[in-house]
């Protein structure tokens, strides 16, 4: 007999006994083919505050697109050096930040191309299940086509979309808001 | 890799909670007042990370021996099965736990509760499954605790869960409690789920079977991960 999935909880507030042990501040090593980047940003609850006690758990491709672990498609290993997934908790700011390299295109289900995005799982004291995001990279032509952001209304891609810190050429900029002005997106699958 | 490319099941209403549920307080912040946007499951949503034995280490599936000395309370051995919606059992599957001690307190610099640290207790495990989704740990009875929600607000007894099964799609973290906890109707995170069902698989059962004479005693709690459905998506590339 089966039965539907475990429901969610909150990971509550101290969920760094458990979880701090797996965080890392980069998917890949310096190693890594690719553009090498870093993204930081902020975490916001509805009155502007930040969030200190969550965390984001990140998932990309390789620059060429492929999968760390469970990869459907049987396109051969990552890159060398690249992992593809990491936890990052949020300070005492509600601040993180990561480093990276800019994921290559995936394929879409309908047969088309992915822009090049992190999915992001975010957790914290105060969220019963966790949320699920992206990260896009402001000013991709692929954007434009991508079939999932397409789906989200115009006026709130932007919240999908790091950008670049003003003067630099690696740093990546990515704020959430949970509620309110300026909502972040988030998807259910 | 046939199975990977087939999409999850969508979700059993009421099964799981919504994002605001005021009774928790921390909710009323923190959730999304906007609808979720719904879009397809992609390769990076039907990927996922595989964990390996690397980040296990000898003494993250006994909580009891991860110090020179024995904690302080009720010794307890929790074991039970991973499966999926299909039940199907999950293999390899990343399980991470974490709890307060005997006497209600984390292991947390954050956690002020007036009651005594356990010297001898961390309160953090983790482990895979085996080939049949199996997993099994010791530990000591998580104590309950207040907590600032309301007046006289206590969690009653529970063992955070966190597991990763095969694409990201699964990704769980729960609560686990145990029979007869007189808090649990008073609980507003263990009440977020309105099927009184789904609430009730999120309490372990008294396993006597389980129990070690003179040492331990056994709870069996099974946990299912969200399934698969029969069709694969086409992958044209």
Known sequence: MSYPATASQTVGPYFRIGLSYLDSPALCTDAAPGEHITISGQVFDADGTPVTDGQLELWQADDQGRFAGYDPTERGAVSEGFVGFARVPLDERGAFKFHTVIPGSVPAPDGSVQAPHIVVMLSMRGLLKHLYSRIYFYGNPLNELDPVLTLVPTSRRQTLCAELVPGSTDAYLWKVRLQGDGETVFFQY | ?237
Not at chain 2, 85 to 101: F, I, K, M, S
């Open chain 2, 1 to 237: 890799m046939l199975e990977l490319r087939k999409p999850f099941l969508p979700v059993q209403p009421g099964t799981q909670p919504d994002y605001l549920h005021p009774p928790y307080v921390s909710t009323i912040l923190r959730s999304p007042s906007q609808p979720l946007i719904v879009v397809p499951q992609t390769l990076s949503e039907l990927s996922g990370p595989v964990f390996g034995h690397a980040a296990i280490e000898k003494f993250d599936n006994d909580l009891t021996h991860q110090h020179s000395g024995e904690p302080m309370g009720e010794r307890i051995i929790v074991h039970g099965r991973v499966l999926d919606e299909n039940d199907r059992p999950v293999p390899g599957a990343l399980v991470e736990v974490w709890q307060a001690n005997a006497a209600g307190r984390y292991m947390h610099k954050t956690d002020q509760h007036a009651a005594p640290r356990d010297p001898n207790f961390s309160g953090a495990g983790r482990f895979l499954t085996d080939d049949e989704g199996y997993y099994r740990f010791t530990s000591i009875k998580p104590g309950a605790y207040p907590w600032g929600n309301h007046p006289n607000a206590w969690r009653p007894a529970h063992i955070h869960f966190s597991l990763f099964g095969a694409g990201l799609l699964t990704r769980l973290v729960t609560q686990m409690y145990f029979p007869g906890d007189p808090l649990l109707p008073y609980d507003p995170i263990y009440n977020c789920i309105s099927d009184e069902q789904a609430k009730q698989r999120m309490i372990s059962k008294f396993d006597l079977d389980a129990t070690i004479p003179d040492t331990a005693l056994g709870y069996r709690y099974d946990i299912i991960l969200r399934g698969r459905n029969a069709t694969p998506m086409e992958n044209r590339k």
